[in-house]
């Protein structure tokens, strides 16, 4: 089994983007499956095209895209991506989309079809706070995971895929407010490994909240 795992690179001022940093200190093997590692950049235009590329070449059997999400004090798998980039700061190209479509052929929203639940309850049976989000956004973070949906709608059906945003790691927060939450970049890498665990045990995802 193959798992892709993207992290984007620092955007909006800062000089670390805890996704990447902690998909670099996950193993290259988690629970029998491969792990591939990708950076993807912080941009509407290029990041998709970076990521389909990625896929064509290694067609992993699942694909994790992890962002940050500054102000979250918990590991976020998403449940749902929009079809909309709405932009309140420009991405690292400059670029700033206003209500638009992502894919003007695409569906209103994609479900991820990753097993959300049991990655979140994995992380909290390991003391790793994390929970469901009903969000991804508007921004890249959301767009990527529009378009992997996409493309697994389009071209890959048997591949699964899906988003997790991270917490600010401790070393941003210095700069932060006062109670900004944060965590330990080995803690969220931790935690992805745990989720990236929970995929590879479950095709499909648990029927109950936790």
Do not use: W
């Not at 950049?41 to 067609?59: D, I, K, M």
């Amino acid at each position: 089994m193959k798992i892709l795992v993207t992290g984007f690179d620092p955007f909006g001022g800062e000089t670390v983007n805890p996704a990447y940093e902690a998909v670099k200190l996950l193993p290259d093997t988690i629970a029998g499956a491969q792990i591939i590692k990708l950076q993807v950049p912080t941009r509407f235009a290029l990041s998709g095209t970076v990521l389909e590329a990625a896929v064509n070449e290694h067609r992993p059997d699942a694909i994790i895209c992890v962002g940050q999400a500054g102000g979250r004090s918990a590991i976020t798998p998403e449940r749902v991506a929009i079809n909309l980039a709405d932009a309140n700061i420009p991405d690292n190209a400059g670029d700033q989309p206003m209500d638009e479509p992502i894919r003007k052929d695409g569906a209103p929203a994609y479900f991820t079809s990753l097993p959300v639940k049991a990655m979140v309850q994995k992380m909290r049976a390991a003391g790793i706070p994390a929970a469901l989000s009903y969000t991804a956004g508007s921004f890249v973070c959301n767009s990527l995971m529009y378009t992997l949906l996409y493309l697994i709608d389009r071209q890959y059906p048997a591949m699964r895929g899906g988003f997790i945003h991270v917490p600010y790691a401790m070393e941003q927060a210095v700069s932060k407010p006062l109670g900004t939450p944060s965590m330990e970049l080995h803690q969220i890498a931790r935690g992805l490994a745990l989720a990236v665990e929970a995929v590879v045990e479950n095709e499909r995802d648990l029927t109950v909240n936790r």
